[in-house]
């Protein structure tokens, strides 16, 4: 058992790395060098470029100013300065909830730890159970509940605690759920005209043979809603997307060699290899050649792009629906359209740079296959991983390897190779496994079809949190692996299940605090050093950036990875739910993670990531629902621990708890998740009203006429263009027509998560 | 245990039960005394008279036809002969699909009896576990699973069957599900001219301190619906429905003074005393008195009308909001109203006779709260009621009585009344517990704030499927009251709970035959003869009957009671998946109990059964879901069973049964569930596009101008009156204006069971 210089050491090691990390970042990133990596989302948006200073040559690379140092930790207050509107503005709704979520942290567990400080250490600290035990324990136990003798009526006091930190708890939640859900409101109100305020994504068209799907669709629609506009079929253009993506490449290179024989002042026309990579193969002219490989390819898009269009094969059976009022489009997709509710599935459009284009096209009957297949591999992924990891574990093993490919024998025998397979090689394939999860978590909800990148990542968070939970979180309350614990839970008895996690949970709580410190604090303070995006960035500028456009996509902003960092913090709430009763110890190290994330990942999403999506933060119903899950989860799990604790009097008035923590989700949910799910008519039919009094004959049906045309149909310009349409506000979209949808190189790509 | 010649004793003794209540109700239904008994529902319908021939006196109360006698079963084919589209117009959707839940019995069991009495029996049949062992059992159980020899590979063939007999369940159940859900959007579509097809229950209308409800609900949808047409707030009128039910009471009796008084030719005008019940005060003429009494309650009514009408706080925040067209009211039930969800709620309206008045004003919050009150007190009275039934069964105890009450002491010593107390009592106080369970269930539907009588049954008959399924069912498999078992299963692990259960099912396989026998021929015999209908129609014929609108009353035809009849049917739908597998013997009894209670309830719906109101088999997605269930369940069990018969090898091939079930309801609900619970817009379009053409000058204002009244404003004649509207089809609406709405004493009385 740790003792207190033990984590006071672990917390210097850990304090260290993060400050290390945080001067590292403070220097670099005042490097003009390094401008791109630290700033990316500035040049994105049009509002930096590259420093060409025209001083001397190495204040290219090197601030040379030392003034700029001395201002080195001014980085945070910077960060933290941007008004949360402005912010809004600057990186979209979904960001500034998401930093919502640190904020939440500190709002709940500050006045927790604050209050479990003043009441709960001084209850624990003045036993002497522990100290007059014989067993072996550490000086923080002396503040956990461990240390109340069995049977002690202190235990009232836990209790009591424990009520009053679920209410704080709930009353937090349901203040922010609110907030939350007026700010919603609100940036929907706000924002300017968007193609998707129109438009409704319909699924599942029947099949008809008389009429094409768009014919069908034009036809439903105007019998059955008296608004309706203008529709757009999608096409499976996945084979097209794919030679755009080959022409795009080859057109890079041609780019290359022209600029390399204009800058070899046209003496020497460049040479290019027709094999693999251009290593083997007979030379040819590498001008000639790329042009003649642009110009097959541009035939081949042409033919393609006539089959996709014409095909009916290739047309799909959804299409965009839009309509002339917010209030219709509102309407068409609340609503059932047909006697059978497998057809003509309606629902919000998704912006057109959120849709996930491959899945639009998937039958209903398929879609709960598809659920019921992923629910099994997903119940197996989380409780059967080990499995597969330990086997390839042991084929990694010496012996095997040797005996298989006996041509390596000679490495092998190299004393330094086989203690590096045998001490790390086992690691490494775990630690690989774990960097893919993400990946394979974002393919199965691929699988699952639906149909936006948002909602992509929000099923993969879920899903990535429920792993979390069971591997991370038990698989380290109750040690052994996911199957073994599923094992145990299924031979005991539903009353006995709290008590073996409540009685395990004190006895990890330095375990968890050094977690915190190792993955929390050095993990964040890593975050805004971007070490992998930094090296990535220099060597593919060395080597690799061919022109000014490779340059921009060498720059690799990253975005906010809801799938991935969402589930992390709420760890951080389920540890701070669990401990804040038993070991109090542990919020303070709770809320520096929540406060030390708080600046960083403002001041990545101002100056760094890339937003791919807007959902209106769609994500916070999930977000909620998670930390309902941790609070009645630690209510049970403090539960366990009293009956264990002979406190069996007390233990009733905690069975409360949970069916109140319960309610208070259902309440919640009937009250603010619509906000997230359904437009309301009258918000609808306002906005209608007043652009109708402002604009009276605007023409709707050219705005959205190519909103949402698959990205491979806009030809070169792959952007959607329509981001800067609604920055320019409403009093200037009179003027935009689909023609000027060009030169906008500085807006986000489209869906680069998509693939 | 049971031998065959056990059951065949009890099968008689019930045979001859049923057959007797049978022949008595063959006997009965030919006297023309008992005619507003057997055949109430074609009197409410008006196509049916008191039977008053010209012949002797005697043939007024007694059928001396001899010939009808000779035909006495030929209630049976004519029950039968209906066809079903014919029923539907006779007596509701709701009706004739109740019917169908018998035949799906049907379709379910007879198929799978066949199946299991080839294969299943014979398997069972030749081992000689039984046999051998010393164990007394009886004869039933050679067919039984529990012949077969512990970890026989035998159990194959179960476990064949088991899927055999999922896969024809969920077959069966899905051509139902689509069949049920055609019947419903057809009949939806044939309907003529309704007002709920053009109105919305908006409930939760936000406080104006400038306007009054009326106002604010009209602007608020004239501003967000274009289709607004007309809105009908709903008044606090439970005094006045008070005041109206004592006005008609003294009414009544003035009636009866007025007949008796011209009976005796006017020589004697008749007295009461002004009392209690008549009894006791001082004498007065009756019918000066009730002259009286009738003048000051209708001043009393008509104060109470004026203070309704015009009080503020008489008028709650809800409304009845009619649109032009049914598009538009389809459109405002789906759709989201305001920024909070908790306001301006809007579903579809029920029926007008359908309507729960008194729950219409309740506010979100207060709904919430209550749902957990009624979600606590019901689990209690699930697990805990046996324990206050035992604490009345203590205090009925003889010699309590005594010590309490000596002045009861002489009557206590008398040996008869002794034994009586003694040995009935405590079933007494259970059997009335058992009997007021439906009515208690109701109740607390009623708290939970449901505002239509369909929904409040729903609800009710969910509730009473948990209650006979932990109490009934799981009561008699693992003999315990249910707290007890309660205990046994928090304290058993998850893996041993199907153990347990499944282990002792095949065990119980006589006692559930007996109980088919009892509760379900007999029970089901005695249906069909309403005694207690019988005997208190000519009790209050005899005694009480006042006026010809006394007889109606007296008449009471009772109705199909879905919140009671439903679960019953449910619990062998349970009994025979369960038992499919284990002890096939049990499958004919069940298809007897259906077979007979189809043929029963067919010609009660019929002849008897008034109908309340009409949901268009809006409960069909419950009855689906519990038969679901009860597969799951069956499939636990049988799982927990063969784990137990060391046929461990096999077990693993049953789990992934209930999964596969458990999709297969997600697809039938994402299928099928919707067409009970939205209007689709396209069938909305139509039917407005076919009526608008048939009838472009309809005057839709005028129609639905009293049709969402409170029914205590519509004066004397307290029937809603639309009924007969709706009867007389389209074509004739145009003629009918409000003021016709009278003289209809054979529609159905509106909610009788709402108080």
């Given amino acids: 058992m740790a003792t207190f210089a033990d984590i006071g050491l672990a917390a210097a090691i850990n304090i260290l790395t993060a400050v290390i990390f945080l001067v590292a970042f403070a220097i670099l990133r005042l490097q003009p060098v390094n401008d791109r990596i630290y700033f990316p989302k500035w040049y994105l948006k049009g509002l930096r470029d590259s420093p060409t200073h025209s001083g001397a040559f190495v204040r290219k690379f090197v601030n040379l100013d030392w003034r700029s140092y001395v201002r080195f930790l001014n980085w945070i207050p910077y ?17 500034a909830v998401y930093l919502r979520i640190y904020l939440l942290g500190l709002k709940i567990f500050v006045p927790m730890a604050l209050l479990s400080w003043v009441i709960l250490v001084p209850v624990n600290w003045t036993n002497n159970t522990l100290r007059r035990s014989e067993l072996t324990h550490s000086n923080i136990d002396n503040l956990s509940i461990s240390n109340v003798p069995l049977g002690s009526p202190r235990f009232w006091t836990h209790i009591v605690m424990a009520y009053a930190f679920t209410f704080w708890t709930c009353y937090v939640l349901k203040t922010e759920y609110a907030k939350v859900a007026d700010m919603r409101l609100k940036f929907l109100a706000l924002e300017g005209r968007r193609p998707d305020q129109y438009t409704v994504l319909v699924r599942n068209v029947p099949p008809d043979p008389d009429e094409s799907v768009s014919e069908t669709v034009e036809h439903f629609f105007l019998v059955n809603h008296d608004h309706y506009l203008t529709s757009q079929v999608v096409n499976n253009a996945n084979k097209l997307a794919k030679l755009v993506e080959e022409k795009k490449k080859q057109q890079n290179w041609f780019d290359y060699y022209q600029l390399k024989y204009l800058r070899s002042n046209q003496s020497k026309r460049p040479r290019t290899k027709t094999g693999f990579l251009g290593l083997c193969g007979t030379k040819v002219d590498a001008i000639d050649h790329q042009t003649a490989e642009i110009q097959r390819l541009s035939k081949e898009i042409e033919e393609e792009q006539e089959r996709v269009k014409n095909d009916t094969k290739a047309i799909m059976p959804a299409a965009f629906v839009s309509f002339k009022t917010r209030w219709a489009a509102a309407v068409c997709a609340q609503t059932q359209q047909s006697r059978n509710p497998t057809l003509w599935l309606t629902e919000w459009a998704p912006e057109p740079r959120d849709v996930y284009w491959e899945n639009l096209a998937i039958p209903y009957v398929s ?30 093993n010496i012996e095997g390897i040797r005996k298989k490919a006996p041509f390596f024998k000679a490495i092998f ?17 775990l630690k690989i496994f774990l960097m893919l999860l993400p990946t394979i978590l974002m393919f199965m909800s691929k699988f699952e079809g639906f149909p936006s990148l948002s909602s992509l990542e929000r099923r993969s968070a879920s899903r990535y949190y429920i792993f979390n939970f069971v591997n991370v979180f038990l698989g380290s309350v109750i040690v052994g692996a996911a199957f073994e614990q599923l094992n145990t839970f299924l031979h005991q008895s539903a009353n006995e299940i709290p008590k073996t996690i409540g009685a395990a949970i004190p006895m990890k709580a330095t375990f968890f605090i050094t977690y ?22 220099h060597l593919k500028n060395s080597f690799l950036v061919k022109t000014e456009k490779d340059r921009e996509e060498a720059m690799n902003p990253g975005s906010l990875c809801f799938n991935v960092g969402e589930p992390q913090i709420q760890l951080y709430f389920l540890l701070g739910l669990v401990y804040a009763v038993v070991t109090p110890i542990l919020l303070p190290f709770i809320i520096i993670f929540f406060a030390l994330a708080y600046v960083v990942f403002r001041h990545q999403i101002i100056n760094v990531y890339n937003q791919e999506y807007e959902s209106g933060a769609a994500f916070w119903p999930d977000v909620h629902g998670r930390i309902i899950f941790a609070l009645v989860f630690s209510q049970f ?44 008519l009258q918000e609808a039919k306002m906005k209608d009203t007043l652009e109708h009094a402002r604009e009276p004959h605007f023409n709707l049906k050219v705005y959205l006429k190519n909103a949402y045309v698959h990205p491979v149909f806009k030809g070169k310009d792959d952007t959607y263009g329509y981001d800067e349409i609604s920055e320019k506000g409403d009093l200037e979209e009179g003027v935009v027509v689909p023609t000027k949808r060009q030169s906008r190189r500085t807006t986000p790509a489209p869906s680069q998560g998509s693939n």
């Fill in 637 to 680: 799990s403090t539960l366990g621990l009293l009956s264990t604790k002979r406190a069996a009097q007390c233990a009733p008035f905690l069975i409360a708890l949970p069916i109140l923590t319960i309610t208070f989700q259902y309440y919640c949910k009937g009250r603010y998740e619509s906000a997230f799910t359904k437009l309301p």
């Fill in 516 to 537: 915190i410190m190792v993955d929390g604090w050095a993990g964040v303070a890593g975050e805004i050093l971007r070490l992998k995006a930094l090296i990535i960035f």
């Fill in 79 to 95: 960060a933290l300065k941007m008004p949360e509107p402005e912010l809004i503005n600057h990186a979209g709704l979904d960001s």
């Fill in 367 to 396: 879609l709960t296959i598809r659920r019921l297949i992923i629910g099994v591999a997903f119940f197996f992924l989380t409780f059967f991983f080990m499995i597969p990891i330990t086997f390839v574990q042991s084929l990694a």
């Fill in 413 to 429: 025998d190299m004393p330094f190779i086989k203690s590096f397979i045998q001490g790390f090689l086992p690691g490494i394939v």
